[in-house]
């Protein structure tokens, strides 16, 4: 197994204060959660915490605020087992713990002046909620931004206040699709693939930025690709099945690259030999 030098503040575990609780589906609740003394968590875009909760366990949970939001943090936690359901049954006041974060996040650095590209499938919106965010609050910085948004039903859509306040600016074009929905649905139906070959792009300028179901990856890759994006400019979080999130515990390997470590962001160029396994 790989041994990597860990700095002992990655061990550290600080206690985290719930602010406040939103359910926002019948599945996902938003936390905003304090650190001790109103400290930032530092994050950035794409990178995650692992929280504790003392005698249930420990798992990774993106960070969906944007670092621009000072004092406080957000997490969405889908309820789908042990943790999550203990995590869920949680409310302001309570505590969790927090290590990290951790991961590599987004290349915030080299998106000055670029235009963006955001796919998010169903959950897979959580990370790029923080990413999106950032590039809202220094929008100046970036060209174009797109936003595509694909989900089973437009009940299980995440953050669905926001989405009508990105729907309504003229510096963001926000479109969304559903697998299924009645009649009462207006918007789109059909698979997020069918929203790229309709976005007007200028590939060079262009990274695109891709979270959701792994099943997802492939076919939303080919389009963009079909899109003249470059590979390099493709960039994909792998939210494989982690444990220690320090490099150890071997649980997040994909053909021997630790996510934990060296991703959960990953460029295609850098991963498009293990195309079939991701
Ligand atoms: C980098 C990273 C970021 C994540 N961010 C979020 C987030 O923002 N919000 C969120 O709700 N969840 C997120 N997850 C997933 C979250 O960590 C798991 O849902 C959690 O560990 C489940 O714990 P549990 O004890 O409730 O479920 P368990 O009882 O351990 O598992 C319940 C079911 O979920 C499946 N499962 C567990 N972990 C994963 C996983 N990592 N990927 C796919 N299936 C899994 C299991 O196979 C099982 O079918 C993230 C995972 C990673 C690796
Ligand atoms: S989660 Fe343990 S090695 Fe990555």
């Known amino acids: 197994m790989k041994t990597l030098k860990r700095k002992d503040s990655e061990y550290e575990i600080k206690k985290g204060r719930i602010l406040r609780t939103k359910e926002i589906t019948d599945l996902e609740k938003l936390f905003e959660i304090v650190l001790p003394g109103g400290e930032n968590l530092n994050h950035e875009p794409g990178q995650f915490v692992m929280v504790s909760l003392l005698g249930v366990g420990e798992a990774p949970f993106s960070v969906s605020s944007s670092p621009t939001k000072l004092g406080s943090f957000e997490l969405v936690v889908r309820n789908v087992g042990k943790l999550t359901n203990a995590f869920n049954r949680l409310k302001a006041g309570d505590e969790v713990g927090i290590r990290g974060p951790f991961g590599n996040g987004f290349p915030v650095h080299i998106l000055d002046g670029s235009d963006l590209l955001f796919v998010a499938g169903g959950i897979g919106i959580v990370p790029l909620h923080s990413l999106i965010n950032y590039a809202i609050d220094n929008r100046r910085d970036f060209g174009k931004v797109n936003i595509l948004l694909g989900c ?70 080919d389009k963009l690709l079909e899109k003249e994006i470059p590979e390099r400019q493709i960039l994909i979080s792998l939210e494989r099945h982690m444990k220690c999130g320090l490099g150890k515990c071997g649980h997040c390997q994909i053909n021997g690259i630790y996510c934990c470590q060296e991703g959960p962001v990953f460029s295609y160029d850098k991963i498009k030999d293990m195309r079939e396994s991701i």
């Not at 309504?168 to 009645?182: G, I």
């Not at 918007?187 to 930025?209: C, D, K, M, V, Y």
């Open 152 to 221: 089973n039903r437009p009940e299980d859509m995440l953050f669905s206040d926001e989405l009508d306040e990105w729907t309504k600016r003229l510096d963001v074009n926000f479109e969304c699709t559903v697998d299924r929905a009645d009649s009462g649905w207006k918007g789109n139906i059909g698979l997020i693939t069918s929203l790229i070959p309709g976005i007007n792009l200028i590939p060079e300028r262009t990274f695109a930025f891709v979270v959701g179901p792994p099943i997802m990856y492939k076919f939303v890759v």
